[in-house]
């Protein structure tokens, strides 16, 4: 197949290109910046029209990163890039003659706060979904699946807290957090919680290009994680060590952290920074969130191949070499 990857200038989006050529594919990738890939490359926005025109000329496939990924902005702006950008490039992908569509989601579509033990993927849901982020990419999985037709195979992956060396979304901000002597735990760390390291979410999507027109696949919502969960004390302790800081050992009651990841985002927001600290993140810390991968792996014909205390390996490294 001809696969188009939007979002190639990101960490995942950029594995993932070379997951998907790795299994002899060729690549054409979308992004605002130069992605620095060995691929054809088509830079635009995904309300550009033209850009997007050219991008899919001969695509059979398309794998959808590109997202407004932030703690902080304005709803039109996750609005603008998420919904509205995929509702358009699922309109093009159509018209060029695109026959297998993967969109990249997030578990977070279907955290409304409670705890998750051991579930599948539960549906998305925009009225109880936690910040625009995460309310904008339900409405988008939500779009992309309705759009699923026997000719245009459409699945949703929902790849959970990736990370992986230069992973600057979640590693960079505990390391940064840490670093300034601003990391801790709350309620201790026991809550249980996936992880994906990033080479597994990036095959994981290459298996799911592949695997979309397949009947058990298309038109449906998968997670994908490692498979290993962990308490969020065992995960920081893992991070920082790799990084060569100490563990966090400072404990807040999940009660005083809320009030302050609420206090953090008026304050903070007021003049359009990113918080310290947010209510949503002190939820993701403080409350279980592991999943049934069985389905998942059985549906994609797929497994992670890279083990956790590998990658911690890897990210340490990674790490030292710097």
């Known amino acids: 197949m001809r696969v188009l990857v939007?979002?190639?200038?990101?960490?995942?989006?950029?594995?993932?290109a070379k997951a998907i050529a790795g299994r002899g594919h060729e690549i054409v990738v979308f992004q605002r910046r130069p992605s620095g890939l060995p691929f054809d490359e088509v830079r635009g926005d995904l309300l550009d029209n033209e850009a997007l025109a050219r991008a899919l000329v001969g695509v059979d496939g398309v794998v959808h990163l590109a997202a407004k990924v932030s703690i902080t902005g304005s709803r039109s702006e996750f609005e603008s890039v998420n919904v509205e950008g995929t509702r358009q490039l699922l309109r093009f992908a159509k018209a060029a003659g695109v026959r297998n569509f993967v969109y990249v989601s997030s578990p977070s579509v279907a955290h409304d706060g409670l705890p998750i033990i051991g579930s599948g993927a539960l549906s998305a849901n925009p009225q109880t979904a936690k910040g625009w982020y995460s309310v904008t990419k339900a409405q988008a999985e939500i779009l992309a699946l309705a759009a699923d037709e026997p000719d245009f195979a459409v699945v949703a992956i929902r790849p959970h807290l990736v990370w992986g060396p230069g992973d600057e979304q979640l590693i960079g901000r505990i390391i940064a957090r840490a670093r300034a002597g601003r990391l801790f735990l709350i309620d201790h760390g026991v809550a249980?919680?996936?992880?994906?390291?990033?080479?597994?979410?990036?095959?994981?999507?290459?298996?799911?290009?592949?695997?979309?027109?397949?009947?058990?696949?298309?038109?449906?919502?998968?997670?994908?994680?490692?498979?290993?969960?962990?308490?969020?004390?065992?995960?920081?302790?893992q991070?920082?060590?790799?990084?060569?800081?100490?563990?966090?050992?400072?404990?807040?009651?999940?009660?005083?952290a809320y009030r302050a990841g609420q206090l953090a985002e008026r304050a903070w927001g007021s003049r359009g920074a990113e918080p310290p600290l947010t209510r949503f993140l002190v939820e993701q810390l403080a409350t279980a969130h592991w999943f049934d991968q069985r389905q998942t792996r059985a549906a994609l014909a797929w497994t992670p191949q890279v083990r956790l205390a590998t990658g911690f390996e890897l990210l340490m490294n990674w790490y030292q070499q710097r």
Do not use: C, M
């Open 6 to 16: 939007t979002g190639a200038s990101g960490l995942l989006g950029a594995v993932t």
């Open 192 to 237: 249980l919680i996936d992880t994906t390291y990033v080479d597994n979410a990036a095959s994981a999507l290459a298996a799911a290009i592949e695997q979309v027109a397949e009947p058990k696949v298309h038109g449906r919502a998968f997670v994908v994680t490692n498979g290993e969960p962990r308490t969020v004390a065992e995960l920081l302790t």
């Open 239 to 256: 991070i920082t060590r790799a990084a060569g800081l100490p563990a966090p050992t400072r404990s807040v009651p999940f009660g005083a």
